[in-house]
């Protein structure tokens, strides 16, 4: 070889990144080409072992005697006594120009090449066990319709025994359950290069469906075709039938809030209202869809108490922290009325345990404070007929025991009167002493018609007749107080059945307390017909009329705004036992200074 072709060769070997050297046959290093010299600081004329390994002898795994006595290239792998380096060395016997043997050995540092090929092989047996024990099907299929592979979970999932059974069926026949649901995925992959959570209906080995999330994209070859398709499938039938029992219970709890009969509302902290009921439209007037998520619930509380409430469903005194147990309160209708009711609340918590909603119960109490006025009313009803019926009873004593002895003063007047002649001074003042105990005997006899009505039998009357009869024996009576009368009778005034002594009583106690109130004259006019199907007769007058506190008490008995020798008080109490034993009623219309309206109702005899 030329000096010239002999330093181009050298140049070359220098510039080798593979670590280069020759040793002869004593272990003596003949050449060390750069890369080699960068990693062990050899030179010519050192002995190969000092180089590599620092001793004073050839190396324990050095196999050059293979090399010199059997001429034999070897390859073998030099690790760095500290680990960090690996090298694959290729030994070859050189025959030197003058017969000598050397080796020459090639360095190649396959130190990130290893560590490489180690990375990938872990990731590939990474990813083998993740492919196998996912609980997720995950599997790569093919254009056609057969599946490549699949992991043992999707081998569970659709019921299949052995991969190779799994790998023999038709995707789109043996898989769906809608053979075109195959296209649309077909398509879809082909559209968007993968489908995200798409939800299909499948079928497993035995036929039965299963509700399959696909997650998958395509598979492509250099030229961007579709060759398959790989993806991953999550079984949601456990999922959905989670789902359905989750709907059905909310849809449960739902009805239940609907269908309440109380108002039931709640409001997040800051009092937005999240849900208003059926109920809760129909007490207050506001619909759920202008209030939910619209108004705050402030808005139906007076001033303020929205603020109380909290207080107290806070503290432990309202039936326990966290609770407002049946409070009395008003809240507003959307009408701006007031709406009487019984609150009862209490705070949701969340997981945390922090305040995340209140929700409250209205109850209506109109019908139960109605009920409670009603029942007011009956019990002070009661009372009164109670103390009337003592009353009666007293009075009965007294009229009777008043009785005997007024018929003997009366009896010895007239026995006086005939002795006395008329033109007799004297005669004047027994007159006037008669008609005093006449009054007196009048008097007596409304006494005890009022504690022992007479038990009259009822028979069919005709209250035309009667009140023509009162009018006809008031009449002079009447016209002497100026008094004009109007009398309007409809023939078609039903008859009715009753007491006629009883009628007589009530008509001549309206026309007399008609003739009371107009003490300067005034007109009565005494009218009959039907009034709500039942027999009615209408007595008014132009009379002084009454204010509404007189009006509320006349049909109590002893109420009397006369003196105490006109009026007892007891006229109407006993009309309106008479009318109300026959199933009637009287009403009474009157304004001061506008006279006076009684209507009296009495139904129709069968
Ligand atoms: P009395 O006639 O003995 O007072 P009543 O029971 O008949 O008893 O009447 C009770 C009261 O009702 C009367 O005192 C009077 O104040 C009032 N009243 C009854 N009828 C009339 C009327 N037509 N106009 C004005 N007030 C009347």
Known sequence: MSKESNTRLLSILEALQDGIYIVNEDFTVEYMNRAMRAHWAGHEGTKCYEVLSGLDQPCPWCRAREIFDQGEAVQWEYHSPDETRIFEVTELPLAGPDGKMSKLAIFRDVTSFRKQEERLRVTEQDYTRLFENVSSGVYISSKRGRFLDANPALLRMLGYETKEEFLNIDIRKDLYLNPEDRDRFQQMIEKEGRVVDWEVDFKRKDGTPIHILLTAHGRRDPSGQILGYEGIMVDQTQRRAMAEKLREAND??????????????????????????????????????????????????????????????????????????SYPLVAHRRDGSLLEANFSAAVIYDAEGNEAASVGILVDLKERLSMERKLRKTQEQLLQSEKLAAMGRLTSQIA??????LYGIMNTLELLKT??????????????????????????????????????????????????????????????????????????????????????????????????????????????????????????????????????????????????IKGVGLGLSVCYGFIKEHGGDITVQSAPGEGTTFLITLPPAP
């Open 252 to 325: 449960f709890l739902n009805k239940l809030i609907a269908s309440s009969p109380n108002a039931i509302m709640a409001a997040d902290m800051r009092g937005n209202i999240l849900i208003w009921n059926h109920a809760a439209e129909e007490i207050l007037g506001y619909a759920a869809e202008e209030v939910v998520g619209k108004m705050n619930i402030v808005e139906i509380w007076p001033d303020g108490m929205a603020r109380d409430i909290m207080k107290m469903i806070r503290s432990p005194e309202y039936g326990g922290e966290g609770r407002l147990r």
């Open 400 to 405: 009777h025991e008043l009785n005997n002895p």
């Open 419 to 564: 002795e006395i002649s008329p033109d007799n001074r004297r005669r004047k003042v027994l007159d006037m002493a008669l008609s005093e105990t006449e009054r007196l005997s009048t008097l007596l006899k409304k006494m005890l018609t009022f504690s022992r009505p007479d038990q009259e039998e009822r028979q069919k009357v005709s209250l035309n007749e009667v009140v023509d009869e009162i009018l006809l024996l008031h009449e002079k009576q009447l016209r002497e107080n100026d008094i004009k009368i109007v009398q309007d009778l409809d023939a078609s005034c039903p008859l009715v059945m009753a007491s006629k002594n009883q009628l007589r009583q009530v008509f001549l106690n309206m026309v007399s307390n008609a003739q009371d109130a107009m003490p300067e004259g005034g007109v009565l006019t005494v009218k009959s017909g039907v009034h709500d199907g039942k027999a009615a007769v209408w007595v008014s007058d132009t009379g002084v009329g009454m204010r509404e506190d007189v009006k509320a008490h006349i049909f109590d008995a002893f109420f009397t705004t006369k003196d105490a």
